[in-house]
């Protein structure tokens, strides 16, 4: 620690010097205002100590400069004065001072002081350093969530476009988003379709996203069964997640006639909307992925029809659960009615804007607190 005393009273310089020394600072000693200024750019003090003279304009210029040439970096400056009036000492403040004492001043009040702002100067280096240390540590943590957010979007890309037959929506309670969207037509015309939504949200919930966006586009380019699929992902979460975290999904294949095949574990009824307006649905009959071990993996498939036109639509567990501004749910039935009217529409990419915007009205602004997906495959 260093500390700067600035007086043209030798006495003064004498006793600050001996109490500094006694703290173990180094100490620098000036009697001229003019040199005060060179001595503080090439000493860089860690505090300040300056005898004002109230009649001199140089003694609050010099806390000006003082003041100035310490930019951000915490150096407290103590003025002592022999003119201890309201006028002098609110000078001294509005000049750049943080402490004023009085001359002559008591020794042992002068010590007390002066430790209580080197303890502020101690807690404001370890501020400094932590603050630092964080800063390095959010930097490094933002770089690690780019490229994560670059690998998952870039295999999350091969997946198809919105069209009049695809529309898919995906809206994150978090930085990184838990659930996966996953449409792909294979070389037989056969589209394959997985919907899936990690357990919670965020960084963590999408740990397993990688490998399994990978089984389904080389499952796509395999023409893998579903049922070999979904064994297969299970097998893959059962090995990277934690017992607390699995997968929630749907794993669907849609022939070209519109024939269904279809797994579903863990997730809401996927509803159809038929061309006549009537509803139907898939329902979620298994275990979420990642759950059982493969001797006990129940891999049955259900089956289903689409016929032209009609609209099957999976929604993950954050439509139902999202809230308003008053803490109420939005629930089965106020999505039935919603997907029930909104994909009456011919247009399919119309019909799900719609279906945001009455979702995004009802939330307001309360909080998402879970990854929101919604997936809607017209044959």
């Given at each position: ?19 500094a ?10 009697s001229?205002?003019?040199?005060a ?39 407290p ?39 209580t702002?080197l303890?502020h ?5 370890e501020?400094?350093r ?15 969530h780019?490229?994560a ?15 009049q ?5 995906r ?32 960084l ?5 996203a ?11 380019d ?9 064994e ?6 059962l ?8 997968c929630?999904?749907?794993?669907i294949?849609?022939?070209?006639d519109?024939?269904?095949?279809y797994?579903?574990?863990g ?29 006990e ?31 109420l749910?939005?629930?089965?039935e ?32 309360s909080a ?6 919604l997936?809607?495959l017209?044959?």
């Amino acid at each position: 620690m260093k500390l700067l005393c600035v007086d043209i009273d030798a006495v003064y310089r004498d006793i600050i010097s001996l109490y500094a020394e006694k703290e173990g600072m180094a100490v620098k000693i000036e009697s001229e205002f003019d040199a005060a200024r060179s001595s503080f750019r090439e000493f860089m003090p860690d505090i300040v100590i300056v005898g004002v003279v109230s009649e001199l304009e140089q003694s609050f210029a010099l806390l000006h400069a003082l003041k100035a040439a310490s930019g951000d970096r915490f150096t407290p400056i103590i003025c002592l004065s022999d003119h201890a009036t309201n006028a002098v000492m609110d000078r001294c403040f509005q000049s750049g001072a943080d402490d004023f004492i009085s001359k002559p001043f008591n020794e042992g009040l002068f010590h007390i002081r002066l430790k209580t702002h080197l303890r502020h100067i101690h807690l404001m280096k370890e501020m400094y350093r932590k603050n630092k240390a964080l800063t390095y540590y959010q930097t490094m943590i933002e770089r690690e969530h780019e490229m994560a957010h670059h690998v998952l979007d870039h295999i999350q890309g091969r997946s198809e476009k919105n069209s009049q037959y695809v529309a898919i929506t995906r809206l994150s309670a978090a930085s990184f988003n838990g659930d996966l969207a996953l449409v792909k037509t294979r070389s037989d015309g056969a589209r394959l379709v997985f919907v899936g939504d990690f357990t919670g949200h965020g960084l963590p919930a999408s740990i397993g996203a990688l490998p399994i966006m990978q089984a389904f586009f080389d499952a796509v380019d395999d023409l893998l069964k579903i049922e070999v699929l979904a064994e297969k992902m299970n097998r893959i979460l059962l090995n990277i997640l934690p017992d607390y975290m699995f997968c929630a999904g749907y794993l669907i294949y849609m022939g070209r006639d519109g024939d269904i095949l279809y797994w579903g574990g863990g997730m809401p009824n996927a509803l159809i909307r038929r061309t006549n307006g009537e509803m139907d649905y898939l329902r979620s009959t298994h275990m979420p992925l990642g759950i059982l071990p493969a001797s006990e993996f129940e891999g049955k498939l259900e089956a289903n029809q689409l016929s032209t036109g009609d609209t099957l639509i999976i929604v993950s567990d954050g439509v139902l659960e999202l809230k308003n501004s008053e803490g109420l749910m939005f629930g089965d039935e106020k999505a039935l009615q919603l997907i029930q009217t909104a994909y009456a529409e011919k247009d399919l990419i119309k019909a799900q804007y719609h279906t945001e915007k009455v979702l995004a009205d009802y939330r307001g602004e309360s909080a998402q607190l879970d990854d929101i997906t919604l997936v809607a495959l017209r044959c």
